[in-house]
């Protein structure tokens, strides 16, 4: 999947956030994108699955049926895309593009497959993976969301222990953080981050 098209895109380095399904990531964005609304810009990601409530069109996903994932995959919109817990997930181009025009730090918030597939591109992004502190937490913490079907919890475990795995391969990704304490985990993912923070704050205050 090696493309030109993101090669092209200029500005700051993007952010890849990876991790299982509960490990914390979308709070964690959540929190940088609040205190940082002027540096970060979240690369809204395609799917095929049903918004949970609260969730906006646009804003947390593009909620689309299979048949415009698919031919917007046919007609090469993609830079990568993946099928999780029985659904289609994918970044467009499009969605990249869109934060990167802005000169913003664009964040990718993609399971281990994206991952894989955007090594294979020229993006060239930050990797940081968000870790649970156990399995047995995890499931609390999905179980407490009350977002999945028991059927779709079982899914997202399975693929949670493949992706603690994953995780452990070295050189995948630059930086690993363990999710206990919340706030410690943010102020570690801000200290990964800091010098990409730092690039961008010098260059608002001298344009
Ligand atoms: N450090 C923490 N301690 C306790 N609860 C947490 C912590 N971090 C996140 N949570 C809670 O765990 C649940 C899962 O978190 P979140 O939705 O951010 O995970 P996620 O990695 O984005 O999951 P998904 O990939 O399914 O979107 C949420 O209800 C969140 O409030
Ligand atoms: N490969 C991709 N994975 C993605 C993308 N957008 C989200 N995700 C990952 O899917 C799972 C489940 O998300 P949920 O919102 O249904 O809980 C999670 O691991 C996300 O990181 C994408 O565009 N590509």
Request: proline content about 4%; hydrophobic content about 35%.
């Amino acid at each position: 999947m090696r493309d030109s098209v993101t090669k092209a895109m200029a500005g700051p380095r993007p952010v890849v956030l990876s991790g299982p399904s509960g490990a914390g990531k979308s709070t964690l964005l959540k929190e940088l994108m609040k205190e940082y609304d002027s540096i970060f810009g979240f690369s809204v990601s395609h799917t095929t699955r049903n918004p949970r409530p609260g969730e906006e069109n646009g804003k947390d996903y593009h909620y689309v049926t299979r048949d415009v994932m698919q031919r917007g995959i046919d007609n090469g919109d993609f830079i990568e895309t993946a099928e999780f817990s029985g659904n289609m997930y994918g970044t467009s181009k499009a969605a990249v593009q869109d934060v990167q025009a802005k000169n913003l730090i664009c964040i990718l918030d993609i399971d281990m497959q994206g991952v894989r597939n955007i090594k294979t591109t020229d993006l060239n992004p930050i990797y940081i993976s968000i870790q649970p502190p156990s399995m047995a937490i995890l499931e609390k913490r999905l179980r407490d969301r009350k977002t999945e079907s028991e059927e779709n919890l079982q899914k997202r475990l399975n693929a949670a222990k493949v992706d603690m795995e994953f995780s452990k391969e070295p050189g995948v990704f630059d930086t690993i953080i363990v999710n206990d304490n919340l706030e410690d985990a943010y102020g570690k993912l801000k200290e990964a981050l800091l010098e990409e923070i730092n690039k961008v704050k010098k260059i608002n205050m001298s344009s």
